[in-house]
């Protein structure tokens, strides 16, 4: 298993880390950490850090975020940090 993250999921876990270490997806596919103020009117994305589905995916398969199953569905649940994706942002 690959424990050394790429550029992108460390880029990732420091957006998710610096605010409040909760990431949720919002429309268009985006997941963020935080609240966007406006979605770009071209291609929708938020106006705030972001990434992709395959990123969060590739974080939870790592175990460096876990769900809070707050939601049944995993494409509409909130995740977290765990302890070694903290590790890792901080790093």
Known sequence: MKTKPSSTQKEALKMIAADGGYVARV???FWISGKPSAFD??????DIPWCGTPT????VSRGWIERTNQFAEAWRDIYRLTES???IANA
């Open 27 to 29: 429309k268009g596919g």
């Open 41 to 46: 009117k071209t291609t929708g994305a938020p």
């Open 85 to 87: 994706g903290r590790e």
């Open 56 to 59: 969060v995916n590739a974080l």
